[in-house]
């Protein structure tokens, strides 16, 4: 159980970032963002959400400890889908270079507002209605088999599209459409997101954390991806296993939260963090390392 106190503290120094990230972001508004600059920030905001995590366990527990990790990992290679659409809305509305910072900003303290109330009510939610867990395993599952089998992101591109099209006939400016859509953007990723962590933890306190930590880097890493996003070609396809296993990991739970422990004669594992943990990143390394040897091939080529 997480005390007031450390909910209070935490809550006080994650504002005292993110006041400082606007702050710069504001005085750097009409400025471009260069690639040392980004990878700058990026490597902060990665190198703190590792130094929360290890000092996490010396207040928690080992097994806490695990699931932020596991949590933050999740949360955090699933926003490269969300910075590839970013790509996409702010092309296609020809935000100035300098204004990507603000737009990038706000669209993402929005998402975070929501998830946090999203958050909440989906641990009351959970918390009252066990079955809530087949509700979220049978929506991952279907989510992860729909991603595997897409071969892009076209029909995220079209959605968008249609969206933008219809605020631009209302008499939206491009900056404002770029706001409203990078909020409603991430908010839909949160129906993935929100989901899989919970199949991780459902620790309030690290779900909130792993998902804060997850957003705070994105607007740096915005303007790192670049040629990246597109040799990372089998991401998706890891993001697809990452979501099919949680997905398959919370009927587990949920079966054995019934009392149920044998299907047809066959044992029903319990998955532990642990090995929750070892999945994620594994699938990670090893889609990551597999894309860039089929990229540099075909560089080569």
């Known amino acids: 159980m997480i005390s007031t106190f450390a909910w209070e503290v935490t809550v006080a120094a994650l504002a005292a970032i993110v006041i400082l990230d606007f702050s710069w972001a504001v005085i750097r508004r009409n400025q471009n963002t260069t690639l040392k600059e980004a990878s700058i920030w990026s490597l902060f905001y990665i190198a703190l959400a590792i130094a929360f995590g290890i000092y996490l366990g010396t207040w928690t527990d080992s097994a806490t400890q695990q699931e932020f990790f596991a949590g933050w990992l999740t949360e955090y290679s699933l926003s490269f889908d969300n910075l590839f659409v970013?790509?996409?809305?702010?092309?296609?509305?020809k935000i100035k270079e300098e204004s990507k910072q603000l737009a990038l900003l706000f669209g993402i303290l929005i998402a975070l507002i929501f998830r946090v109330i999203a958050i909440t009510?989906?641990?009351?939610?959970?918390?009252?209605?066990?079955?809530?867990?087949?509700?979220?395993?049978?929506?991952?599952?279907?989510?992860?088999?729909?991603?595997?089998?897409?071969?892009?992101?076209?029909?995220?591109?079209?959605?968008?599209?249609?969206?933008?099209?219809?605020?631009?006939?209302?008499?939206?400016?491009?900056?404002?459409?770029?706001?409203?859509?990078?909020?409603?953007?991430?908010?839909?990723?949160?129906?993935?997101?929100?989901?899989?962590?919970?199949?991780?933890?459902?620790?309030?306190?690290?779900?909130?954390?792993?998902?804060?930590?997850?957003?705070?880097?994105l607007r740096q890493l915005y303007f790192l991806i670049g040629g990246l996003m597109k040799r990372l070609v089998y991401i998706g396809k890891a993001l697809s296993l990452i979501l099919g296993f949680i997905g398959v990991k919370l009927f587990f739970h949920a079966l054995h939260a019934y009392d149920i422990h044998e299907f047809v004669g066959v044992h029903i594992p319990e998955i532990s963090i642990a090995q929750s943990l070892t999945f994620i990143i594994t699938s990670l390394g090893v889609a990551t390392v597999a894309s860039l040897l089929k990229t540099r091939r075909e560089l080569k080529a």
């Open 121 to 217: 009510l989906g641990a009351a939610a959970i918390e009252a209605f066990e079955w809530m867990f087949f509700l979220f395993g049978a929506f991952l599952v279907v989510t992860a088999f729909k991603l595997f089998s897409e071969s892009g992101h076209e029909s995220e591109d079209i959605k968008e599209s249609k969206l933008i099209t219809w605020l631009q006939n209302r008499g939206l400016k491009p900056f404002g459409i770029a706001l409203i859509t990078l909020g409603l953007t991430d908010i839909l990723f949160a129906l993935d997101s929100i989901p899989a962590i919970f199949g991780l933890t459902q620790n309030v306190y690290v779900v909130i954390t792993a998902n804060v930590f997850a957003l705070m880097g």
């Open 86 to 93: 970013f790509v996409l809305i702010l092309a296609r509305l």
